[in-house]
């Protein structure tokens, strides 16, 4: 296998955020967006180009304010000081991220049409490969439009290092050493999966080599150094044509296959005039993965995405088992310090039907698929066909959105979960790629009544906007608030009204502070609480949860299993198998104190629900009594002068406080993550040893060697390694409580500071109204989108 050179050394990753997109060169002036999308309303286009308005020009103000207080200079040093943590501030909302990435996961068995969902979204038919043959993408790829000129691909390799582990494995799952028993190779789907990636790597003689002979072939001396390449097309389709050896797992195909040894491909569409740049659509594999760090891409990947779509094709669309697990999965991801605000079950394929079969099935009358005697036969097959389509789309359509809902609230009902998304969150959408080509050449207005692509577009958009307004409004309401302070410094000279105020308000702070630290703490002993009952419960149920893993599944006689247990002893305990689905020992052992977080976080942490407990309540809380504080009336000899000065700095500090609460929550959300997955981790890490030695054990009768280490290492540890577990879940929680308690101190301390901040007047500082009136202006209609909300 030879490879193409790279241009990929200097790539930036495919996270790249988009103010940083390599193919626009700094300070060129950015492409204006033309959107023709009819999804996409009128109001809808006219307030995102205003969010891009808003947000453009308020950056430049940033800077403009930025330049004056780098220009200005004092030798005093409570000016010095002063005019120091100022710029610092300023600097600071220069480099803030307004537009971080929103990633929607799509999910589905192979074959339920995800590829060619994606294409018809994103109105580029031939962009992602498809196929009808049974070849199936492999790797994760992230699909998303950007402002340069040609159609790209980024695709990244997995490392040497991690190819070479899972050869060992692939390699054991192909080996005879181990086959005692009488199975089949060729019926079992793992040895299967093996064979096929090596076969494409190494060659038709692949399987039959060692391991050492595969890793003397240095498949990796052709891979860019920088392990990405990068393609440009200048078209779709041709970009198309030379990525599909990258994604591909297409048994028989000629040239040159590299799907095994990619970790993730990221595409990128120029001149996009669907969807606005930094919505990423990932199409998740269908298929089953042995490779460690895909399946862990799979785990993290899912965690970012803000919305999943679950794709079946609509004719399965109801029972199928895998819609029923990825829902799973996605509650678990939303609740397991996931983001996943809603949840869109796509049914494809509508165009698909048995007219007459579905008519009888259903017992359709003419009537009811408005038909008449006078219709000619062609019409007529071409009239019963579409009222088909849209009857099996109505009850389905409905079918899954009551069964969904229903499962939802059970799980609500059950209390064991409270998600951060509602019922109404959960949405049905029925679509056909065929048909939605078809119209759109020949009768675009009817698009709408023939399939849902565009209302899947409104609600990326939707999700989109929703996100940028909660932002931008942060946003521009802290350069307000910076300008309020900054225009009221030259004029607050002898202000009795912040020398009387401050040690109210001081003393409001610090006890503010002392109730949320307090706080932090009580919910760290109930963490405590919980875990110590969930490590009661993990080690009376590890006995029961080993044994599970080790038997043959579901009490068959399932003669491959060796295969299977030494696959997933190699993968060190997780193991994404084509046959029996995603396998993971160290989690299931570790669910009962992942399901006391869960119970925990449900009752603290959350942030849909304001209950007084929950963290949104706290904040809210404290948000309240600080806001009063401030707000309380002026004694009434103040000047008209004091009086205005200390209404800059109340505005000043109520928006620092709203500014630092919505940064918390944010970042409460990304540190979950880490003591959501600490247990599992911990296990694993405990675990290894026996995973190792199991590892190691071949010839024949091997299976019986490996149950008997895995087994004997959980009777004889799990004492330890649970209470490891749970040290390491609350090292995690109290990084993050002791990360929160600096941030809040700290960024609390400032704005007091500011606040109350004089300036004494030896040097003039700038004169900042001109950008005051200009950030007013946006403030005042960004205000109002809100308020209108
Ligand atoms: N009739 C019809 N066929 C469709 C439609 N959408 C997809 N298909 C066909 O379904 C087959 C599989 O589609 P893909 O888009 O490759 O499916 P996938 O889910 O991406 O599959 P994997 O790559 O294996 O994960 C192809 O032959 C498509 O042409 C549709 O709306 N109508």
């Given at each position: 296998?030879?490879?193409?050179?790279?241009?990929?050394?200097?790539?930036?990753?495919?996270?790249?955020?988009?103010?940083?997109?390599?193919?626009?060169?700094?300070?060129?002036?950015?492409?204006?967006?033309?959107?023709?999308?009819?999804?996409?309303?009128?109001?809808?286009?006219?307030?995102?180009?205003?969010?891009d308005k808003w947000e453009a020009e308020t950056k430049k103000i940033?800077?403009?304010?930025?330049?004056?207080?780098?220009?200005?200079?004092?030798?005093?040093?409570?000016?010095?000081?002063?005019?120091?943590?100022?710029?610092?501030?300023?600097?600071?909302?220069?480099?803030?991220?307004?537009?971080?990435?929103?990633?929607?996961?799509?999910?589905?068995?192979?074959?339920?049409?995800?590829?060619?969902?994606?294409?018809?979204?994103?109105?580029?038919?031939?962009?992602?490969?498809?196929?009808?043959?049974?070849?199936?993408?492999?790797?994760?790829?992230?699909?998303?439009?950007?402002?340069?000129?040609?159609?790209?691909?980024?695709?990244?390799?997995?490392?040497?290092?991690?190819?070479?582990?899972?050869?060992?494995?692939?390699?054991?799952?192909?080996?005879?050493?181990?086959?005692?028993?009488?199975?089949?190779?060729?019926?079992?789907?793992?040895?299967?999966?093996?064979?096929?990636?090596?076969?494409?790597?190494?060659?038709?003689?692949?399987?039959?080599?060692?391991?050492?002979?595969?890793?003397?072939?240095?498949?990796?001396?052709?891979?860019?150094?920088?392990?990405?390449?990068?393609?440009?097309?200048?078209?779709?389709?041709?970009?198309?044509?030379?990525?599909?050896?990258y994604i591909r797992s297409q048994p028989c195909q000629t040239s040159k296959i590299y799907w095994p040894i990619v970790k993730s491909i990221s595409v990128y569409i120029p001149y996009c005039q669907i969807l606005p740049e930094g919505v990423v659509l990932i199409d998740f594999p269908g298929l089953g993965d042995s490779n460690k760090t895909r399946s862990e891409m799979w785990?993290?990947?899912?965690?970012?995405?803000?919305?999943?779509?679950?794709?079946?094709a609509i004719c399965r669309a109801v029972n199928e088992k895998i819609v029923h697990e990825i829902f799973g999965t996605s509650i678990k991801s939303a609740t397991n310090g996931g983001r996943c605000h809603d949840v869109a079950f796509i049914c494809t394929k509508t165009d698909d039907i048995e007219e007459q079969e579905y008519a009888r099935d259903y017992r359709l009358t003419n009537e009811e698929m408005n038909l008449t005697d006078d219709n000619d036969l062609l019409e007529y097959d071409g009239?019963?066909?579409?009222?088909?389509?849209?009857?099996?789309?109505?009850?389905?359509?409905?079918?899954?959105?009551?069964?969904?809902?229903?499962?939802?609230?059970?799980?609500?009902?059950?209390?064991?979960?409270?998600?951060?998304?509602?019922?109404?969150?959960?949405?049905?959408?029925?679509?056909?790629?065929?048909?939605?080509?078809?119209?759109?050449?020949?009768?675009?207005?009817?698009?709408?009544?023939?399939?849902?692509?565009?209302?899947?577009?409104?609600?990326?958009?939707d999700l989109y906007m929703k996100e940028r307004k909660k932002v931008l409004n942060i946003y521009v309401s802290e350069v307000w608030g910076m300008l309020l302070l900054l225009i009221s410094l030259n004029q607050n000279k002898q202000n009795e009204i912040l020398k009387s105020r401050f040690n109210t308000i001081n003393k409001?702070?610090?006890?503010?502070?002392?109730?949320?630290?307090?706080?932090?703490?009580?919910?760290?002993?109930?963490?405590?609480?919980?875990?110590?009952?969930?490590?009661?419960?993990?080690?009376?149920?590890?006995?029961?949860?080993?044994?599970?893993?080790?038997?043959?599944?579901?009490?068959?006689?399932?003669q491959g299993f060796h295969k299977t247990l030494k696959a997933i002893c190699r993968n060190d305990g997780v193991f994404n198998s084509a046959k029996f689905g995603p396998i993971d020992i160290n989690h299931d052992l570790s669910k009962p104190l992942h399901q006391k977080i869960d119970h925990f976080s449900d009752s603290t942490l959350q942030f849909n629900k304001g209950r007084r407990h929950s963290m949104e309540g706290r904040f809210n809380s404290i948000k309240l009594s600080l806001t009063n504080i401030i707000d309380e009336p002026l004694p009434t000899k103040s000047t008209a002068e004091n009086a205005w000065v200390w209404k800059c700095r109340k505005d000043f500090m109520?928006?620092?406080?709203?500014?630092?609460?919505?940064?918390?929550?944010?970042?409460?959300?990304?540190?979950?993550?880490?003591?959501?997955?600490?247990?599992?981790?911990?296990?694993?890490?405990?675990?290894?040893?026996?995973?190792?030695?199991?590892?190691?054990?071949?010839?024949?009768?091997?299976l019986p060697f490996m149950k008997k280490i895995l087994k004997e290492h959980v009777e004889e540890k799990h004492e330890e390694f649970f209470k490891d577990a749970r040290d390491n879940a609350m090292e995690q929680f109290n990084d993050m409580k002791e990360k929160l308690k600096k941030e809040i101190h700290g960024r609390m301390t400032i704005t007091l500071e500011l606040g109350f901040s004089q300036w004494s007047g030896h040097n003039p500082l700038p004169d900042f109204q001109k950008e005051f009136d200009q950030i007013t202006l946006i403030w005042n209609e960004v205000k109002d989108l809100s308020d209108s909300d």
């Open positions: 296998m030879e490879f193409e050179d790279s241009e990929g050394a200097n790539s930036t990753s495919s996270d790249v955020r988009r103010n940083q997109t390599p193919e626009t060169p700094t300070g060129r002036k950015q492409r204006k967006r033309k959107l023709k999308d009819p999804s996409i309303t009128a109001e809808d286009y006219e307030l995102w180009k205003n969010y940033v800077e403009a304010v930025l330049k004056k207080l780098e220009d200005s200079n004092s030798n005093k040093p409570n000016e010095e000081d002063l005019l120091l943590t100022l710029k610092k501030k300023m600097q600071q909302l220069k480099e803030k991220c307004l537009q971080e990435n929103i990633y929607v996961g799509v999910f589905g068995q192979t074959g339920a049409g995800k590829s060619t969902l994606l294409n018809a979204v994103f109105k580029e038919k031939s962009l992602l490969p498809t196929s009808s043959s049974g070849a199936c993408t492999s790797a994760i790829i992230k699909v998303q439009s950007y402002e340069g000129r040609k159609f790209k691909a980024e695709i990244e390799f997995l490392s040497e290092q991690n190819w070479n582990d899972e050869l060992k494995l692939l390699v054991e799952l192909c080996g005879k050493e181990d086959s005692d028993d009488e199975v089949d190779d060729e019926d079992d789907m793992e040895v299967e999966t093996a064979k096929n990636k090596l076969q494409t790597v190494y060659g038709s003689s692949g399987p039959e080599k060692s391991y050492e002979e595969l890793v003397k072939m240095n498949i990796y001396q052709n891979i860019p150094k920088s392990g990405k390449k990068i393609l440009r097309e200048d078209n779709a389709e041709e970009l198309s044509r030379k990525l599909d050896p785990k993290t990947n899912l965690m970012n995405c803000s919305s999943v779509w679950i794709v079946s009239k019963q066909k579409q009222s088909c389509i849209r009857h099996r789309n109505k009850h389905v359509k409905e079918t899954m959105k009551k069964q969904y809902e229903e499962k939802w609230t059970k799980l609500m009902t059950k209390g064991s979960t409270q998600l951060e998304f509602s019922k109404d969150d959960l949405c049905v959408y029925t679509v056909s790629a065929k048909q939605y080509w078809k119209l759109e050449q020949k009768e675009p207005s009817n698009i709408f009544a023939e399939t849902e692509i565009p209302s899947l577009r409104k609600h990326i958009i409001a702070f610090q006890m503010s502070l002392e109730d949320f630290n307090e706080h932090l703490e009580d919910i760290c002993r109930s963490l405590q609480d919980h875990l110590k009952h969930g490590v009661r419960e993990a080690e009376k149920k590890s006995g029961q949860v080993i044994q599970q893993h080790i038997e043959p599944r579901g009490g068959r006689n399932y109520k928006t620092e406080i709203n500014g630092l609460f919505y940064d918390l929550k944010k970042q409460i959300t990304e540190r979950k993550q880490h003591f959501y997955n600490a247990p599992s981790l911990s296990v694993q890490c405990s675990m290894k040893p026996a995973y190792e030695e199991a590892t190691r054990k071949k010839g024949a009768g091997v």
